[in-house]
């Protein structure tokens, strides 16, 4: 029988990123990133160490802010956010 993923807290994730967590939280809420919401409301947060690694070399952090930049501004202005779970966006 094989041994359950340990999952990475927000802490070891800003670490292995070398991100301050506010950065990282601001990933999460944009969608950004995969993570695993451990409340119902989304209060706790870990991340599958593999899926993570996976979402770094497809580009990580880098990938994303390239995606937010290449995407052309909405008739009122609005630049979608890039890999977003749902409809947030963000002025220009």
Request: aromatic share 4%.
């Amino acid at each position: 029988m094989t041994e359950p993923t340990k999952l990475l807290t927000i802490r070891e994730v800003c670490d292995r990123l070398q991100l301050h967590k506010t950065a990282l939280y601001a990933l999460i809420e944009r969608g950004s990133i995969p993570v695993v919401r451990t409340t119902p409301k989304g209060l706790g947060y870990l991340f599958h160490p593999e899926v993570l690694e996976e979402w770094i070399k497809a580009g990580g952090v880098k990938s994303t802010a390239r995606q937010r930049r290449n995407q052309p501004p909405t008739s009122d202005g609005v630049t979608p956010i890039a890999g977003a779970a749902n409809s947030i966006a963000k002025q220009t």
